[in-house]
């Protein structure tokens, strides 16, 4: 069953994609459904993509939900070791 829940947040960054570089990122787009292309019934979708910019250039993630809660981790665990200071 499909939720149709989606959250989107505003993020500041870059991403890198096939043929275009790298180019700037500014709204993240995540929700829970069937992929596109990984071999799963369900993932958590993340698009990664410039609202103001070339809808082509987006970076997009299908992850089954134990490698989301993983990435989570990861991200927690990287952000976590590095002094605050560096994180402003």
Not at 40 to 66: F, K, Q, W
Request: overall charge negative.
């Amino acid at each position: 069953m499909c939720t149709y829940t989606t959250v989107q947040a505003r993020i500041d960054g870059s991403a890198k994609g096939p043929g275009v570089g790298f180019f700037h990122v500014g709204q993240a787009t995540v929700y829970f459904d069937h992929p596109v292309h990984a071999m799963a019934e369900h993932t958590l979708n993340i698009d990664l993509a410039d609202p103001d910019g070339d809808p082509a250039r987006r970076v997009a993630l299908e992850l089954t939900a134990e490698s989301a809660r993983q990435l989570v981790d990861a991200i927690q665990q990287a952000l976590a070791a590095v002094p605050e200071e560096l994180k402003a």
